[in-house]
């Protein structure tokens, strides 16, 4: 997105940009747990990559952020793999995780819950963003392991899910691009499960109607697919 050089704007583009995105960190990161590192680091490499696509994307190049971002944080978290688990952290960053972890404890011992990000950034003078990306580091990965003929012990292969999510986040900017009517119609035919004439009498229409109105919609989502 092309911004004023006012800095502050900038920084306020950026930080809104994170947090309405950290989802995509999450999906991104889910797709690596159980390959060898904890999902707590995964999803702190994925918020690097996530801040890092955030300062980079330009929106006149008519492309969606996801589409951007995605493939910017799949390539932290695979960063992450390369370098054998390990993330340097500045000390900055160092030092608010321990100031987040105290107040996490601060706040259990309080309360008897864990508080959200949210709450810790407020207490801590931080945004969700910087609190994500900072609680956890000091904990150490785990790694899994498999044994080959030879007796020697490598490192389990992470599968690259570019593709499929990339795809998901596409079918979903798309369906939002729909209209009210459209979106219930199928919400209520592949979300609900209902039929046809479940779905006509929900909405007012006839079968016939659903059934050439469903057509029509999913051939339109085929080709926007394509694109």
Wanted: aromatic letters at 8%.
């Amino acid at each position: 997105m092309k911004m004023s050089e006012n800095t502050d704007e900038r920084k306020r583009y950026i930080d809104e940009t994170v947090e309405k995105n950290l989802g995509l960190v999450h999906h991104c990161a889910n797709r690596f747990k159980g390959k060898g590192i904890e999902y707590d680091d995964l999803y702190q490499a994925g918020c690097m990559g996530l801040l890092k696509a955030a300062r980079g994307f330009d929106e006149s190049r008519g492309v969606m952020f996801s589409t951007y971002a995605v493939p910017v944080i799949l390539g932290e978290i695979k960063r992450l793999f390369r370098e054998g688990g390990s993330i340097k952290v500045s000390r900055t960053i160092k030092e608010l995780s321990l100031k987040l972890n105290r107040a996490n404890e601060a706040y259990i011992k309080e309360h008897g819950v864990e508080p959200t990000i949210g709450e810790l950034a407020l207490f801590c003078g931080c945004t969700r963003a910087q609190a994500a990306q900072a609680l956890e580091v000091s904990k150490p990965p785990v790694y899994i392991f498999e044994e080959n003929e030879s007796g020697t012990y490598l490192e389990i292969p992470v599968e690259s899910p570019e593709n499929e999510i990339s795809d998901s986040l596409a079918l979903r900017q798309i369906f939002k691009e729909l209209d009210e009517a459209d979106q219930k119609m199928l919400y209520l035919r592949y979300f609900k499960n209902l039929t046809q004439s479940k779905t006509a009498m929900l909405m007012n229409m006839t079968q016939v109607q659903v059934s050439r109105r469903e057509k029509k919609l999913l051939t339109m989502l085929r080709v926007q697919m394509l694109k």
